[in-house]
Each structure stands twice: as C-alpha cells, then as structure tokens.
T-cell receptor
Framework: EADIYQTPRYLVIGTGKKITLECSQT?????MYWYQQDPGMELHLIHY???????EKGDLSSESTVSRIRTEHFPLTLESARPSHTSQYLC????????????FGSGTRLTVV | SQELEQSPQSLIVQEGKNLTINCTSS?????LYWYKQKYGEGLIFLMM?????EEKSHEKITAKLDEKKQQSSLHITASQPSHAGIYLC???????????FGKGTKLSVIP
C-alpha cells in the first residue's frame, strides 16, 4: 500500500543532542515537504524538495537541515536540539499534478528538555 | 505571501446539525485544498477545488469555490461525532506547488 511514513512518532530528547527525523514515501512522488506545527497553530513550511539533490528553505526560518539523496527519503536533522525546537513536525509529498493534494505522514512530536 | 483566513476558529454543534466553515484567501486562488486533522496526527486530504463555481462532495461533506470572492466553504450535513477534528484549508499560488494553510477550524460534535 502506498503511503508516507514518519519515525519516530514521539521523541523526548535533551538539549544539545543531534536528532534526525525520518520521512519515507512509497508513492514515487517527486515533491516532498516538511511543515512545523505548534499546538493549536497553523502549519508553517520549513523545507521542500522538488527532486533528488534539490532542497529549498520554506517560509519559516528553521535551524534544521534536510537532504534528498533518494526520491523516497527526505530526512530532517537538527544538529543541536533546543527547547525552542519543541513542536510537531509533519512530512508530506505530492505528485506533479497535485490534483490529490499532499499526502501527509502521521507526524513526529518532538520535545526538547 | 498568500494568507488564508478561516472562520469560525472553533465550532461546537449537536449531532445531526448542519454546519459551514469558510476559508478566504488574500490573493487569487489557483487551487484550494481541504484537509481534516485529528489532534496530534497528520492531515487527511478531503478534496481539491480548482475552478470557480466548482463544487465537490465526499459522503456528507460538500465544498464550493467562489473564485470572485476568493473564498471556499465546507459544508457538513447531518454532522456525526466522526466529523470532529480540525479542518484546514490550503492553497497554492500561481505556478507554485507549495501550500499555505489557514489556522484551522476546530469542530466538536456533541452526541
């Protein structure tokens, strides 16, 4: 079954640690996105990619980085986690025509203590 | 940048009642998407509207696009507890694949 997977679902980590949030999709979508969503708040685009070796920053400035070495994989990395990074991170993908919108993963809820 | 304003911010209705959620864009709409989100989870795609006057339905949910008003409405008929959640509208700009989202409308349905 085609889908988009995010791991871990929940992560509690200490300040200063390096973390990588995983996102993989099996639909062959060329476009992938990372959104940040604070509780009760709107989604903000922090990174996107239109294909392998292509990554761009989104509207919301973020200290995280991303990579797109394979079509299906779009991991997000925080080199040194801080409490201000506590949030929900949502990964999404879409095909060229985007008639079906984005397909979203279940999200990773990150808490930095 | 494009901004989407949703109203109301929250809504509490009794089961069986009809309701409407609105989404108004600050700029021309080239594609309007409706999503539903359960708390703490990802977004589920409901439907996409592209042409002015377009109307789509999925089960008891109907969405319309008014291109002139740069507005879309989402209507739920005979609401059920399963309809509870946060409804978000998203839109893309001209020649862009990136979606901007509204702040969402939190819907509670009381049995």
């Amino acid at each position: 079954e085609a889908d988009i997977y995010q791991t871990p679902r929940y992560l509690v980590i200490g300040t200063g640690k390096k973390i990588t949030l995983e996102c993989s999709q099996t639909m062959g979508h060329d476009k992938m996105y990372w959104y940040q969503q604070d509780p009760g708040m709107e989604l903000h685009l922090i990174h996107y990619s239109y294909g392998v070796n292509s990554t761009e920053k989104g509207d919301l400035s973020s200290e995280s980085t991303v990579s797109r070495i394979r079509t299906e994989h779009f991991p997000l990395t925080l080199e040194s986690a801080r409490p201000s990074h506590t949030s929900q991170y949502l990964c999404a993908s879409s095909n060229a025509g985007q008639r079906d919108g984005y397909t979203f993963g279940s999200g990773t809820r990150l808490t930095v203590v | 940048s494009q901004e989407l304003e949703q109203s109301p911010q929250s809504l509490i209705v009794q089961e069986g009642k009809n309701l409407t959620i609105n989404c108004t864009s600050s700029k021309t709409l080239y594609g309007l998407y409706w999503y539903k989100q359960k708390y703490g989870e990802g977004l589920i795609f409901l439907m996409m509207l592209q042409k002015g006057g377009e109307e789509k339905s999925h089960e008891k949910i109907t969405a319309k696009l008014d291109e002139k008003k740069q507005q879309s409405s989402l209507h739920i008929t005979a609401s059920q507890p399963s309809h509870a959640g946060i409804y978000l509208c998203g839109a893309s700009g001209a020649g862009s694949y990136q979606l901007t989202f509204g702040k969402g409308t939190k819907l509670s349905v009381i049995p």
